[in-house]
T-cell receptor, first 112, second 115 residues
Framework: DQQVKQNSPSLSVQEGRISILNCDYTNSMFDYFLWYKKYPAEGPTFLISISSIKDKNEDGRFTVFLNKSAKHLSLHIVPSQPGDSAVYFCAASEGGSEKLVFGKGMKLTVNP | GAVVSQHPSWVICKSGTSVKIECRSLDFQATTMFWYRQFPKQSLMLMATSNEGSKATYEQGVEKDKFLINHASLTLSTLTVTSAHPEDSSFYIC???????????FGSGTRLTVV
């Protein structure tokens, strides 16, 4: 039973356009959400996070939106750059736990 | 800051042998480290939580006698895959955080191939 779901396995966008990566979760106890970027044969790199007390967090080109009622979050990258091409993982934790539950990941390709 | 070093980056071993993977926090102390496993095209699955000075906490379905975890110091955790079999071939990643800030730093991962 997947508690964190990234239903689209891949996304392809043009350089300069917006990339929107979606993530859904089923556990209503999750209160902290993170996005990681991962290149092949490397460990994930932390991108941005959001607490359940917020509905938006922005850091440069990256913005994460949280819709608690829909149990949905999304990562917006704008403008997208070819260097953003990677696999993006959504992760969640609950109640101050350090354990992270990951989605399956989504491969983003930004075309020049 | 917050660098996690994982070694080796890849290893090939014969069935039945044991392999040790090291995870070090280079510039901070970590009382807790985490070990993940990633199968091709699948999510990162938490295997166990490594606790400095005490026994590791394993996730359901993970054989603790097969995946031995030792966290002997505040900067080093090791994962030993004992009596490795081809089905243990996978990408293993560790993570740690200096404080409860949730911006976990991951090691670079270890590609294990058992032949």
């Amino acid at each position: 039973d997947q508690q964190v779901k990234q239903n689209s396995p891949s996304l392809s966008v043009q350089e300069g356009r917006i990339s929107i990566l979606n993530c859904d979760y089923t556990n209503s106890m999750f209160d902290y959400f993170l996005w990681y970027k991962k290149y092949p044969a490397e460990g994930p790199t932390f991108l941005i996070s959001i607490s359940s007390i917020k509905d938006k967090n922005e850091d440069g080109r990256f913005t994460v939106f949280l819709n608690k009622s829909a149990k949905h979050l999304s990562l917006h990258i704008v403008p997208s750059q070819p260097g953003d091409s990677a696999v993006y993982f959504c992760a969640a934790s609950e109640g101050g736990s350090e354990k992270l539950v990951f989605g399956k990941g989504m491969k983003l390709t930004v075309n020049p | 800051g917050a660098v996690v070093s994982q070694h080796p980056s890849w290893v090939i071993c014969k069935s039945g042998t044991s392999v040790k993977i090291e995870c070090r926090s280079l510039d901070f102390q970590a009382t807790t480290m985490f070990w993940y496993r990633q199968f091709p095209k699948q999510s990162l699955m938490l295997m166990a939580t490594s606790n400095e000075g005490s026994k590791a906490t394993y996730e359901q379905g993970v054989e603790k006698d097969k995946f031995l975890i030792n966290h002997a110091s505040l900067t080093l955790s090791t994962l030993t895959v004992t009596s490795a079999h081809p089905e243990d071939s996978s990408f293993y990643i560790c993570s740690a955080s200096p404080v409860h800030n949730y911006g976990y730093t991951f090691g670079s991962g270890t590609r294990l191939t058992v032949v």
